[in-house]
């Protein structure tokens, strides 16, 4: 329960400053993934990320845009093999690896319900990411087992990424408001990762459901408040990936003497499904991904982790 305490500080904390006016334009919120999240009993291949973000609605003079938002944001991802405690490099299913990054995006929400969102990303990538000395605090803190193999961790690089993603609604003609289903691409483009990702995203919902423009499932819920912007729904996300590239398993583009390295499953499979909501001035998620074998080798297995969100309009 310790984990959660965090959170049960932060929305306490949050919701004694909410107040009532019509428009809210900022939002401050973290993620945290885990896939302790799913199974106390599990902690392999990307085991933990945390993640701070801030949007605010910027000004829009296009008609055809309902808003723009601007969103700043910076995390950590940590990655380990089938376990955190692997200490002969021989073992090591796949490399230690610690990301740290900055990033900005732009995301435009359209009258159509479609979405853009542009972003850029500077990270490093390495010891400089402090990933181990979190990993090994945050186990210290919470009294699990200390974990080893760290020094045959992924070398230092940096990181500059580009990212583009689309999505539209589909079949924006059914009649049912507790129902939608909506298609997107993700492209990725950098020193870290090069890949792409098609997919679609369906809302379940009880009540009629908010536009996409309104809605907390791309972050769009800061705007002008209206008395029904209450939301609750499931979700369901299919996707296929294609990787062409990515130096938490292969290491950098520029440094071929990480120990160890592997190569990559170009063509993946993931699903994601989850319950968001939100109530007043607060949004929470969780969610549960599935990703298909990333690693090439007959060691590597599929993965899976949960995702916790919360986050309040100001």
């Known amino acids: 329960m310790k984990r959660f305490a965090l959170f049960y500080l932060f929305y306490f904390s949050i919701t004694a400053a909410l107040g009532q006016a019509n428009t809210v334009k900022h939002e401050l919120g973290l993620i945290t993934e885990n896939d302790s999240y799913i199974s106390e009993y599990q902690d392999k291949y990307y085991t933990n990320g945390f993640f701070l973000f801030y949007r605010y609605l910027a000004n829009n ?3 055809n845009i309902n808003k723009k938002i601007i969103e700043l944001s910076a995390g950590q991802q940590i990655y380990n093999p089938y376990h955190g405690d692997v200490y002969l490099q021989a073992l090591q299913d796949r490399p230690f690896a ?27 990538l390495g010891p400089a990411s402090q990933a181990q000395e979190v990993q090994e605090a945050y186990h210290g803190w919470f009294q699990f087992y200390e974990p080893t193999g760290w020094q045959y961790q992924i070398h230092n690089a940096l990181g500059a990424q580009l990212g583009l ?7 924006p003609s059914a009649p049912s408001e507790q129902i939608d289903v909506h298609g997107f691409t993700d492209l990725k483009l950098g020193t870290i990762c090069t890949s792409a990702t098609v997919g679609v995203i369906s809302r379940v919902s009880l009540t009629d459901l908010l536009p996409i423009f309104n809605s907390n499932l791309y972050g769009a819920s800061v705007g002008k408040r209206n008395a029904g912007d209450k939301e609750a729904y499931f979700y369901l996300s299919p996707r296929l990936n294609y990787t062409l590239y990515d130096a938490t398993i292969q290491g950098s583009l520029f ?9 990559i499953v170009p063509f993946r499979l993931n699903v994601e499904a ?11 998620s969780y969610g549960i991904i599935f990703n298909s074998k990333e690693v090439q080798n007959e060691m590597d297995k599929r993965d899976q982790y949960g995702s916790i969100a919360i986050s309040v309009l100001l």
């Open 165 to 171: 993603f689309y999505s539209a609604k589909l079949y």
């Open 98 to 124: 610690g990301y740290l990054f900055a990033q900005a995006s732009i995301n435009k929400f359209y009258q159509d319900e479609s979405v853009l969102k542009l972003s850029g990303q500077l990270g490093v």
């Open 61 to 63: 003079n296009n008609k």
């Open 255 to 263: 440094d071929k003497s990480s120990p160890v390295t592997y190569g």
């Open 274 to 284: 989850g319950v968001r909501f939100r109530f007043r001035k607060v949004n929470f």
